[in-house]
């Protein structure tokens, strides 16, 4: 059975910080995504990873993908407040997408 | 615009009344799939659809059927609703063996009493 892990699930932090959330997920995957749902809202897509070592970076996000340690981890740059929300990772494997159970980010101002 | 869009966005009613939340996309992809999200829970798979005719279950299932007759369309039925299917439901659709993402719905706030 798949399962997909993140920690932490609640983080806050200051502006201008540095700080990482992982995904772990427990069998091998054809893929791995991330996704940021803002309160109230829909979830929209951040990154796919396709392969080992895919590293993707959109502003101050920066995703990355190690199949062998079946981890991924979201870096996060010099937090800025509009950066709040939660975020999740989500693992497919036979064309089932299984989500993690998301990790609510607050950055203090 | 390219979207998927859900209705009812809200709905209260009473357990036992059958009920149908529609969706719908513009963007002629083949997978859809219907999540409830909970809080502390993520989101969860109810079911899947790889394309026309083609379904199939998620991880949370029972209680819940779908239909997928025509490519746009991936409408959730609730037979006889209850207390622990009130929930937040997202649809989505997309190509994950091609570009990767699913497009989420707004999505549609069941409270079942």
């Known amino acids: 059975e798949l399962k997909v892990e993140q920690n932490p699930l609640f983080l806050s932090m200051q502006e201008g910080k540095n700080y990482t959330i992982y995904c772990n997920y427990s069998?091998?995957?054809?893929?791995l995504y991330w996704y940021r749902q803002d309160p109230g809202k829909s979830l929209e897509s951040l990154f796919v990873?396709?392969?080992?070592?895919a590293v993707k970076q959109e502003g101050r996000l920066m995703a990355s993908l190690d199949t062998k340690a079946r981890l991924s981890t979201l870096h996060i740059t010099a937090a800025v407040h509009d950066l709040s929300a939660t975020y999740f990772c989500?693992?497919?494997?036979?064309?089932?997408?299984?989500f993690g159970k998301g990790t609510r980010l607050h950055i203090l101002p | 615009e390219a979207q998927v869009t859900q209705n009812p966005r809200y709905l209260i009613t009473v357990t036992g009344k059958k009920l149908t939340v529609t969706c719908s996309q513009n963007?002629?992809?083949?997978?859809m799939s219907w999540y409830r999200q909970d809080p502390g829970l993520g989101l969860r798979q109810i079911y899947y659809?790889?394309?026309?005719?083609?379904?199939d279950k998620g991880d949370v299932p029972e209680g819940y059927k779908v239909s997928r007759k025509e490519k746009r369309n991936f409408p959730l039925i609730l037979e006889s609703p209850s207390p622990n299917q009130t929930s937040l439901y997202f649809c989505?659709?997309?190509?994950?063996?091609?570009?990767?993402?699913?497009?989420f719905g707004e999505g549609s706030r069941l409270t079942v009493l």
């Open positions: 989505a659709s997309g190509r994950p063996w091609d570009t990767g993402e699913l497009f």
């Open positions: 069998t091998t995957s054809d893929r």
């Open positions: 990873l396709l392969s080992n070592g």
């Open positions: 989500a693992v497919d494997r036979d064309d089932k997408i299984i």
């Open positions: 963007m002629n992809h083949e997978y």
């Open positions: 659809s790889m394309n026309v005719e083609v379904t």
